[in-house]
């Protein structure tokens, strides 16, 4: 168990939709990681969010948004879904910003458009 | 972008020994190298870090070059429990810093 939680751990919708996924880091760590793995691409990153502020941000489509709370529990919402957005999204947390940091992940909410 | 190279799968047997080897081209002058072990439908597991020279941790040992543009994760003595996908991570100057992630190695291991 790593102590990263993601809820919902599975997710059906429809073309057009607009979801959100959870993520609850491991306690004391202030930096969350949002992963998309699909079967053609391997697993991209996303974004990165420190202790409330967003620290990086990879190839996150525009219909794609996320943000931290005062909690630290972050939330990645996708819009206007598409059939291509089928994958697993992981979330993952380290204790502090900075890249040498590992990384520990959840396992995923697979989010499955139909 | 910058990218980090990989073989895309491997086979070994057990009780072998077995050296993946990562190219960075364009890693960061203040980056780690870490290396990450993912099983079916689960997260990526962290295995070991490094910057330079030779780490070892008590399941795997990672050597990094002086010019620092590539890595081995050596795995000794593997198990059939060792099957997985292995990949490194590191940062990327060119992009300001973003994670790239090699497309990973399928490791097989043969009884």
């Known amino acids: 168990d790593s102590g990263v939680t993601q809820t919902p751990k599975h997710l059906i919708t429809a073309t057009g939709q607009r979801v959100t996924l959870r993520c609850s880091p491991r306690s004391g760590d202030l930096s969350v990681y949002w992963y998309q793995q699909s079967l053609d691409q391997g697993l991209q990153f996303l974004i990165q969010y420190y202790n409330g502020e967003e620290r990086a941000k990879g190839n996150i489509l525009e219909r794609f948004s996320a943000q931290q709370f005062p909690d630290l529990h972050s939330e990645l919402n996708l819009s206007s879904l598409e059939l291509g957005d089928s994958a697993l999204y992981f979330c993952a947390s380290s204790p502090r910003g900075d890249y040498g940091q590992p990384q520990h992940f959840g396992d995923g909410t697979r989010l499955s458009i139909l | 972008l910058a990218k980090t190279t990989q073989p895309i799968s491997m086979d070994s047997y057990e009780g072998q020994e077995v050296n993946i080897t990562c190219s960075h081209n364009n890693i960061a002058t203040n980056d780690y190298i870490t290396w990450y072990q993912q099983f079916p439908s689960q997260g990526p597991r962290f295995i070991i870090q490094?910057?330079?020279?030779?780490v070892t941790n008590e399941v795997a040992s990672l050597f990094i070059p002086a010019d620092r543009k590539s890595s081995t994760l050596s795995l000794p003595r593997v198990s059939l429990s060792d099957t997985a996908v292995y990949y490194c991570?590191?940062?990327?100057?060119?992009?300001?810093?973003?994670?790239?992630w090699g497309a990973g190695t399928k490791l097989i291991i043969k009884p």
């Open positions: 991570l590191v940062g990327d100057r060119d992009s300001n810093y973003q994670l790239i």
């Open positions: 490094g910057y330079k020279t030779k």
